[in-house]
């Protein structure tokens, strides 16, 4: 079974530039997640999808940070315009989600390295 | 807010040795912990979930164990290896609210064992 799909796996840009990344989850899971992390940190949730259904993105920066996850299976996290301070690890990870009161496993994909110069 | 703390940041073991590693978070209303593995430029691999029913979850070498009253798990290796070495992360699953379903991460322990 194929895992959590990424793309691009790095990505250098110039600062104001648009950038976005690509995530193919898990086949039949409803909850899809974007995360980014910083070095020597843990991942930090920008945005949390049950299906097509945003339903956290308070962490998500709205002025700059967009997402979509169109039909409820793909998803892409846009960044435009570009900042210095948003060169990160971006991390998309998916889960099949709430099934009888439990919380099941997150699988992450290999993430993308931003970098902003 | 729930906060989850990892200590400590470092830790480097003689390979064979059994170690500890250590997770706390503020609020006990959670529905599950995981342990993950990150190598260098990887992503997150998952190790072991604990539903907040249980107490503790095996998987060869590994044992975490979940203590909600007290907010802490820890996570055992036995007869540690050199490909042991990674960083590890816990992550807890927010249960009420606004949180619902959130998973808050801890910045992890780096191991690292010597052959």
């Known amino acids: 079974e194929a895992g959590v799909v990424q793309s691009p796996r790095y990505k250098i840009i110039e600062k104001k530039q648009p950038v976005a990344f690509w995530c193919n989850p898990i086949?039949?899971?409803?909850?899809l997640y974007w995360y980014l992390q910083n070095l020597g940190q843990g991942p930090e949730l920008l945005i949390r999808?049950?299906?097509?259904?945003?339903?956290?993105d308070s962490q998500l920066p709205k002025d700059r940070f967009s997402a979509e996850r169109l039909k409820g299976v793909d998803s892409t996290l846009k960044i435009q315009p570009a900042e210095l301070g948003d060169s990160a690890v971006y991390l998309c990870?998916?889960?099949?989600?709430?099934?009888?009161?439990?919380?099941?496993?997150?699988?992450f994909g290999p993430g993308t390295r931003l970098t902003v110069l | 807010k729930q906060e989850v703390t990892q200590i400590p940041a470092a830790l480097s073991v003689p390979e064979g040795e059994n170690l500890v590693l250590n997770c706390s978070f503020t609020?006990?209303?959670?529905?599950?912990l995981q342990w993950f593995r990150q190598d260098p430029g990887k992503g997150l691999t998952s190790l072991l979930l604990?539903?907040?029913?249980?107490r503790e979850q095996t998987s060869g070498r590994l044992n975490a164990s979940l203590d909600k009253s007290s907010g802490r798990s820890t996570l055992y290796i036995a007869a540690s290896q050199p490909g042991d070495s990674a960083t590890y992360l816990c992550?807890?699953?927010?249960?009420?609210?606004?949180?619902?379903?959130?998973?808050?991460f801890g910045d992890g322990t780096t191991l690292t064992v010597k052959p």
């Open positions: 990870a998916s889960s099949p989600g709430l099934a009888g009161g439990f919380y099941n496993e997150q699988f």
């Open positions: 086949s039949g899971h409803n909850t």
């Open positions: 999808y049950e299906n097509e259904e945003a339903v956290d």
């Open positions: 609020d006990s209303a959670i529905y599950n």
């Open positions: 604990i539903q907040s029913s249980q």
């Open positions: 992550a807890v699953a927010s249960k009420y609210n606004t949180n619902a379903g959130k998973s808050t």
